[in-house]
């Protein structure tokens, strides 16, 4: 199959850390992408884990277990600005991606 | 001003009506990808095209109709066949190698009425 999961929705605290996770079950994989997408806007980029580890840049991480079909997204010192819905999605050797439905994040003061 | 441009933003339509949503892009990219988005829910993909004159369906084309002569240039039609029709729009990019993110222009947000 080609599903991807993510939860949700998660809720944060301003100054928090949190841990969005993402499971995919397919074949031809060639790489896991996080996005952002603010509401009403188009996604952008977070990074991308083609090997197995921890991908750091700033405040957000990724983080990836080929074995375990699994990929996280660690967000720290958490900021009113990162409500958001973040996208998980897999990478496939014909150039498409498939996507999760998407976790939202609610941060509160 | 490089980038991915669609327009307009905000499009409204009567029921029964063929719109076309615009993608333009001057970042040089062979591939682009026409998504739809619904309130709540991940990205499906309509079309995807990965050379000038030769695209090809994805997962919900149908009702739906493209055509690539340009590399520049992937439009999306929206023709009265697509059942529901409102949605959010999304076109995307990416250069074939290398492996790289795909890169979204701002969206177009269909009203059908």
């Known amino acids: 199959g080609q599903n991807i999961d993510q939860p949700t929705e998660m809720t944060a605290t301003e100054g928090a850390i949190v841990q969005i996770n993402c499971t995919y079950q397919?074949?031809?994989?060639?790489?896991l992408f996080w996005y952002q997408q603010h509401a009403g806007e188009a996604p952008t980029f977070l990074s991308y884990?083609?090997l197995d580890g921890l991908e750091e840049k700033g405040r957000f991480s990724s983080f990836l277990s080929r074995s375990k079909g699994y990929s996280y997204l660690l967000l720290k010192e958490l900021q009113m600005k990162d409500s958001a819905s973040y996208l998980c999605?897999?990478?496939?050797?014909?150039?498409?991606?498939?996507w999760g439905a998407g976790t939202k994040l609610i941060i509160k003061p | 001003d490089g980038g991915i441009t669609q327009s307009p933003k905000y499009l409204f339509r009567k029921e029964g009506q063929n719109v076309t949503l615009s993608c333009e892009q001057n970042?040089?990219?062979?591939?682009m990808y026409w998504y739809r988005q619904d309130p709540g829910q991940g990205l499906r993909l309509i079309y995807y095209s990965q050379i000038v004159n030769d695209f090809q369906k994805g997962d919900i084309a149908e009702g739906y109709s493209v055509s690539r002569e340009k590399k520049e240039s992937f439009p999306l039609t929206v023709t009265s066949a697509q059942k529901n029709p409102t949605a959010f729009y999304l076109c995307a990019t990416k250069p074939l190698y290398p492996a790289s993110e795909q890169f979204f222009g701002p969206g177009t947000r269909l009203t059908v009425l």
């Open positions: 884990n083609v």
């Open positions: 397919t074949s031809g994989f060639n790489g």
């Open positions: 999605a897999e990478g496939h050797s014909n150039y498409q991606l498939i």
């Open positions: 970042l040089n990219h062979d591939a």
